[in-house]
């Protein structure tokens, strides 16, 4: 597994995604309230720009007119023809056993600064490289 660093956390706020161009694949970065997820450009349907589409909510119902709305954000729609998408797993919401698009794992990192130790000799400064 290849890591590629795309962005900083700032470059991509809450309900924002980028669009990033990794090893000849077009793969969108999604940040749902601080979670990250990412998924293949491609919609598996007819090959739309699936990242381009709106994200929503789940819609699902127990009985008739009882609608409960939840999972804001999480939801991609494709913008060509509509299909929905969980942003988690790749999982189309209409038939996840079948269809689905490529899903990426994403990390976020703590950046590290290289430290170095410092020492103090006769009132000079002295940087020590190991």
Not at 9 to 30: H, K, W
Not at 97 to 111: D, G, M
């Amino acid at each position: 597994m290849t890591r590629h660093v795309v962005a900083h956390v700032a470059d991509i706020p809450p309900g924002e995604r980028l669009i990033v161009e990794i090893a000849g694949r077009s793969i969108g970065v999604f940040n749902v309230n601080g979670r990250f997820f990412a998924v293949k450009n491609s919609c598996p349907h007819q090959g739309g720009q699936l990242c381009l589409g709106r994200t929503v909510g789940l819609a699902t119902a127990e009985r008739p007119g009882e609608i409960t709305y939840t999972r804001e954000g999480e939801i991609l729609r494709c913008p060509w023809h509509g299909w929905e998408f969980d942003l988690a797993t790749g999982r189309s919401v209409f038939d996840p056993n079948r269809t689905r698009v490529k899903s990426y794992p994403v990390e976020v990192e703590e950046l590290q600064a290289e430290t170095y130790p410092v020492e103090i000799e006769r009132e000079r400064v002295v940087v020590v490289l190991t």
